[in-house]
Structure formats: C-alpha cells, structure tokens
C-alpha cells in the first residue's frame, strides 16, 4: 500500500496548516465567547461571525468543498486525497464548516451530487456549495432500535402527485440552525416488501414545509452543540411533490450505503485530529508541571499513556488511510469490513487518547474547553453512523464468511 501524498494534496496540507496557524487557533477563544455570548442572549443558534469571515478567508484561499471528490463541485480529490486535509481540518471541532467541509451539509452535498437531479442541484446543491444555507439528515428515530435501519417506522406515501410524510426522528444534526433549509429525510414507501433493503426511501424535505417542526434540541453529555447541534423533529403530514423523491422508491439503503461510506473517513479522520491535538496538549502539559519532585511527563504512567498514545493515533490513521485507498480502487460494498474497521477503532482510540490527556491536566482538564467538548464528540461518534457493536458483528461476520469458503 503506497500512501504517498501527490503534490497537489501536499500543497493543500501545508496551505491548510497555515490557515489553521494564522487564522482558526488564534480564533478560537473569539469563537467561544461568541457562542457564550449568544448562548445567553438566548440566541445559541445564531451563526458566528468568527465562522462566517474564516468563510470568505478560506474560499479567497482556495481551500474550499475539498470534500467533493468531482473536480465539477469541489477540489477532485480522492478519500486517500481528502483523508490528511480532512485529520487537519479536525483539529479544532468548529473548523470544518470555515471550509464547508462539515457534516452533515458533507453527505446531503454527496447525495444532492451523486443522486440528485438537476432541478435537485440547481435548488439545493448549489446554494450549499456556496455555503449560503446548511441542511440536516433526518434518518434515526426515537421509537425504534435504529441500529437496525430496517426499524424505521416514518412514513412516505404517496398520494397523486406528492408523497405525504409522518414520522417522528431525532438526531437530526443542523436541524436548529436557522440557516437550515432542507432536510433529507428517510422513511418508508413500501413496508409490505419481501425485501427489508427495498422498504425505505430517501426524499427532499424543505425546511418550511406545514408540517415540519422541531420538539426540542438534543445536549450531548451537556454541551448543545450550538449553533449547529441534533433536534428531535417531527413530520406531520408534509406534503412533498413527487418530484423530490431521490433516486426512486426502495432505493433509500442504495443512497444510505453511498453516504455514509465517505462520511465514516471523514468522522475517523476529524477524530484523529482531535486525538493529535490531545496528545500535544498532552505532552505540553506535562513537561510543564512539577509533582513529587520531577515533571510531571517524567512519572512512569505519563510516559507510557504518551507512548501508547502516539501509537494509537498511528494505528487507527492506517487503518484509516486503508479504508480509503480501498474505497477509491474497489468501491464501498468491497470495503465494507475495512470501513467497519476504522468506525470502531477511531473513536475508541480519540476517547482513550484525549481521557488521557483530560487525566494529565488534572480539574482543569474536565473544564477545558477543547478537551471536554472534544471527549464528548469522540464518544458520541461510538453510537453516531452506526453503533460499535453492529460494525464488530459485520466485521465478525464478514471473517467468517473468508474461512466458511476457505472450508467448502
């Protein structure tokens, strides 16, 4: 496996290394205060105005839809390619969306381009790649074991010519923003059918539809997430044209497969960025510290946890980088043990990683405000996309499909 960087990517990394320098880490304590500020002006979805100039700064720059691998919307790259520009990007939680690079406007984008139509792309896509409005994916449901999409109960029915949507879901990320102004939502349109991969469909929501409303938003381990966060939402008789259906009836899995493929690299690859930074915070922090005579980073344990560390962190980029080279040379339905891989060993590695590096910094680490925000993410990416437990069973599954033919 030859993992060499052409060029063109290593000029976006050190391009993307010097906007973070200049621009997103010396920003950052801004960017938090803003969100305090709105927070208790009882406005906490109000858009940032860090974020909102970093904007125009990264396009101006270049460094802009790197996400997109079709050089028609975005920079061409392959998920090798875009893999170490997205680990970069990661390193602060709200830096993503500085490049429109973040979810879940990365997959709604993917979906809108790789299924869409042109009326789809010409509404949708195209005022998102400007990064003009932001969307939500409305998938999981609070009714229903979701780790089985098969459970999904909402509804598409189809009634002359529009589908009539009922259901009722939650974590649906980006749902409070009020730039949100489409939801793709997964539902139902033949519950009868044999095939349990051929009930469901995937169709374009309007944010302003009658019908769409928000129950409340979602705090992950206490922190809102805002000003982008997760709502629970509720449909209730929105009427869609049928126009906005994606790809066709029964094709939801179809479209499911082909999004979250990519987006489980760039979940992974955020992750790991967040677990360097971790680390270098870590070892920041202890060489500066004194405790029972020595540095703190000269204690036994300080020197095995940064060890094991950095070869954690290295482990799961491989295995990441992997995944990726795979998916662009075989396609995601050959990868899909490789992706289960790194959807469980990534955000196991970034909880231990950056529980490390929180132990290190003593109280204050458990008040930091990269590290707690960052240690709530990593562990909610365990169940997010799929939970560890079903990735372990495929990947369980998938091994012993090999031997049962190796046997027969």
Known sequence: ???????????????????????????EAAYFDEVETNR???????????????????RAAGLWNLFLPESRHGAGLTNLEYAPLCEIMGR?????????????????MEVLARYGTEEHQKQWLVPLLAGEIRSCFAMTEPAV?????????????????????????????????????????????????????????????PRDTPGVSIVRHLPVFGFDDAPHGHAETL????????SNILLGEGRGFEIAQGRLGPGRIHHCMRLIGLAERALDQMCKRTLSRVAFGRPVAEQGVTLERIAEARIDIDQARFLVLNAA?????????????????????????????????????????????????AYAGARALRIADGPDEVHRNQIGRLELARHKVKVA
């Open 235 to 242: 449909f209730e008789n929105v009427r869609v044209p049928v």
């Open 92 to 108: 602060a939680i709200w830096s993503p969306e500085v490049f429109n690079c973040s979810a879940p406007d990365t997959g709604n």
């Open 40 to 58: 208790k002006n009882g406005n906490a979805w109000q858009p940032t105005r860090v974020i909102e100039d970093l904007k125009q700064k990264a």
């Open 145 to 205: 074991a979701s780790s089985d999409a098969t459970n999904i109960e909402a509804r598409i029915e189809r009634d002359g010519d529009h589908y009539v949507i009922n259901g009722r879901k939650w974590w649906s990320s980006g749902a409070n923003d009020p730039r949100c102004k489409v939801f793709i939502f997964m539902g139902k349109t033949d519950p009868d059918n044999p095939n349990r991969h051929q009930q469901q469909s995937m169709i374009i929501v």
């Open 1 to 27: 496996m030859d993992f060499q960087y052409s060029d063109k990517v290593r000029d976006l990394q050190a391009r993307l290394l010097a906007f973070m320098d200049e621009h997103v880490f010396p920003g």
């Open 325 to 373: 080279q795979m998916m662009d040379t075989v396609g995601n339905k050959a990868a899909a043990k490789e992706i289960a891989m790194i959807k469980v060993a990534a955000p196991n590695m970034a909880c231990r990683v950056i529980d490390w590096a929180i132990q290190a910094q003593g109280g204050g680490g458990m008040a930091d405000p990269f590290l707690a925000p």
